[in-house]
């Protein structure tokens, strides 16, 4: 079965730092590129970043660049997302998802469950 | 990276015919022909409906259309079930990032 599995998430202080994690399975991880998409509360989806299937081409929104970094390790069929300087606005659900091929604008066909982050004091 | 502009909501009776408008710009949906969309469900992750513009994944009702003109793409659900009621999302490619709209909710009445 096709599966993303984030992990991570949690409750952080402003300033403060998380690492979350998205565990592939049933398929064939280094052939696709992955993204970082979240959701805020009662809000709509905001596409956070995205990496190409090997590593080469990384792409981060403006509300996220500099603070957050995208990575994935293949043998490990993992994704990251490293974030450090943590505001209030970026408390989200925070969602893995799939690239239909190996590099973005193809449609994301297969998104995890979500991980919650909370920034708050 | 401004969001595409969507409706807040629509709303249609079942069996009748709805069409969400997407609006950006020429440097995402009228540059381009990736665009999509995704259903998603209370409580729920996405579901990728359409891709590239028209294109339907496997297991997608063929009620489900896409289309565009210009810098405006269109998602047709045509026959209304219940259980589309849901929000829609579409989405671009650009050059530097991937914009999402705003959202749209569907009531079915």
């Known amino acids: 079965e096709v599966q993303l599995v984030e992990s991570g998430g949690g409750l952080v202080k402003p300033g403060g730092s998380l690492r979350l994690s998205c565990a592939a399975s049933g398929f064939t991880f280094s052939s696709y590129s992955m993204n970082w998409v979240r959701q805020a509360p009662g809000k709509g989806l905001e596409w956070v970043s995205s990496?190409?299937?090997?590593?080469?081409?990384?792409y981060y929104a403006d509300s996220v660049k500099g603070r957050f970094t995208i990575s994935r390790d293949n043998a490990k069929n993992s994704l990251y997302l490293q974030m450090n300087s943590l505001r209030a606005e970026d408390t989200a659900v925070y969602y893995c998802?799939?690239?239909?091929?190996?590099?973005?604008?193809?449609?994301?066909?297969?998104w995890g469950q979500g991980t919650t982050v909370t920034v708050s004091s | 990276q401004s969001a595409l502009t969507q409706p807040a909501s629509v709303s249609g009776s079942p069996g009748q015919s709805i069409t969400i408008s997407c609006t950006g710009t020429?440097?995402?949906?009228?540059?381009?022909?990736?665009v999509s969309w995704y259903q998603q469900h209370p409580g729920k992750a996405p579901k990728l409906m359409i891709y590239e513009v028209s294109n339907r994944p496997s297991g997608v009702p063929d009620r489900f259309s896409g289309s565009k003109s210009g810098n405006t793409a269109s998602l047709t659900i045509s026959g209304l079930q219940a259980e589309d009621e849901a929000d829609y999302y579409c989405?671009?490619?650009?050059?530097?990032?991937?914009?999402f709209g705003g959202g749209t909710k569907l009531t079915v009445l």
């Open positions: 020429s440097s995402d949906v009228g540059g381009y022909n990736y």
């Open positions: 990496i190409s299937s090997s590593s080469s081409y990384i």
């Open positions: 998802a799939r690239e239909r091929y190996s590099s973005r604008r193809y449609g994301m066909d297969v």
């Open positions: 989405s671009s490619y650009t050059s530097s990032s991937t914009v």
